[in-house]
């Protein structure tokens, strides 16, 4: 069977965790090179997609995935999201290949 690529991605010091919607798949990736800071939680944009990027692999290698306009549900955030914050999550998540970001974060 073919999912879609439909993740909830939480956010954490220097740790991202994603789960597939669909079939449950989760991964719980440590930054290999920090992207936080004690300012911010996402400083290192560059190190945060690497990050996205390793434990999207993870959850792809168990197969049957289409790559036709993935989703990106944010659903945890370490600290508070401002602006900022936030507009760098989303391109983070669209450079490493996401077409819709979709922030529940207060559902």
């Known amino acids: 069977m073919i999912h879609r690529l439909d993740l909830d991605v939480a956010i954490y010091r220097d740790r991202v965790q994603v789960t597939h919607r669909g079939s449950g798949t989760f991964v719980d990736m440590r930054a290999e090179f920090a992207f936080s800071s004690d ?3 996402v400083e290192h944009a560059r190190y945060f997609e690497d990050t996205l990027v390793r434990a999207m692999r993870q959850v792809l290698a168990e ?3 289409s790559l036709k306009e993935p989703i990106a549900h ?3 955030f ?3 999201l401002d602006e900022t914050q936030k507009a760098l999550i989303e ?3 669209r450079e ?3 077409h819709e970001v979709i922030f529940e974060l207060d559902a």
């Open 74 to 76: 944010v659903v945890r």
């Open 96 to 98: 490493t290949g996401f």
């Open 39 to 41: 300012a911010r939680l």
């Open 63 to 65: 197969g049957g995935f």
């Open 91 to 93: 391109t983070g998540l």
């Open 78 to 80: 370490d600290g508070d």
